[in-house]
């Protein structure tokens, strides 16, 4: 059975610190690496697609990258908007649904 | 364009009612896709239409669960006799090509919040 584990379950940084999520996996023929990023009360918002080892996509302040077990989320000089639950998914082999992890909830302070 | 849109964006209803919820994909996406979200969790998934069809139904948690997608766009999910454990965030999502060798991504609506009192 696909599962999706994400760390830490909530993180606090200062505006401007660095830092990082993780996702682990475990899936039968990866098939996408999905991030996503969740404000209150909204449903989530697509944010990258990661398809092999190695692969890296960059988008403002946001980075992600993947390797064979897990993929990360690094966060660059955030600022307080960036506050939101960032949530992994993976896509296995044969499959079209989505199998999630728990998120993490981040907050930047000011 | 549009993104999904889901109605209503929240129903409250008493233990033991039927309930519908609407999701409307966006405009020339073939697949779509129903989620549950329960407080502090990330969505689970419920069932996968490609078309008119439900093509993988493996998530829905019992016979009291049923979605259907007449006409191949917009998609009604249906729970008889609702308990309190059914409240949670139902959350809708489409995408262009649902094949299984396509690399597509899935676009969500904002959900309906279901309460069952």
């Known amino acids: 059975e696909d599962q999706v584990t994400q760390s830490p379950e909530a993180l606090r940084l200062q505006e401007g610190e660095s830092s990082s999520l993780n996702c682990s996996y475990t899936?039968?023929?990866?098939?996408?690496l999905f991030w996503y990023r969740q404000d209150p009360g909204k449903g989530p918002e697509f944010l990258f697609t990661?398809?092999?080892a190695g692969e890296e996509k960059e988008k403002e302040r946001l980075k992600a990258t993947l390797t064979k077990k897990e993929s990360f989320l690094h966060i660059t000089a955030p600022k307080p908007e960036d506050s939101a639950t960032y949530l992994c998914?993976?896509?296995?082999?044969?499959?079209?649904?989505?199998?999630f992890g728990q998120g993490t909830r981040l907050t930047i302070n000011p | 364009g549009a993104g999904v849109s889901q109605t209503p964006s929240n129903k409250v209803t008493e233990k033991g009612k039927y309930v519908e919820l609407r999701c409307d994909p966006i405009s020339g996406h073939t697949a779509l896709y129903w989620y549950r979200q329960s407080l502090g969790q990330g969505p689970e998934f419920l069932i996968y239409f490609q078309g008119t069809g439900a093509a993988d139904d493996s998530g829905l948690p019992n016979d009291r669960f049923f979605a259907v997608r007449p006409e191949g766009s917009v998609s009604t999910l249906k729970i008889q006799r609702t308990e309190r454990g059914d409240s949670a965030v139902y959350l809708c999502?489409?995408?262009?090509?649902?094949?299984?060798?396509?690399?597509?991504?899935?676009?969500f609506g904002p959900g309906t919040r279901l309460t069952v009192l």
């Open positions: 999502a489409s995408s262009f090509f649902g094949g299984h060798s396509s690399y597509n991504e899935q676009f």
């Open positions: 998914a993976t896509r296995g082999q044969g499959a079209q649904k989505l199998v």
């Open positions: 990661l398809y092999s």
């Open positions: 899936v039968s023929g990866l098939r996408g």
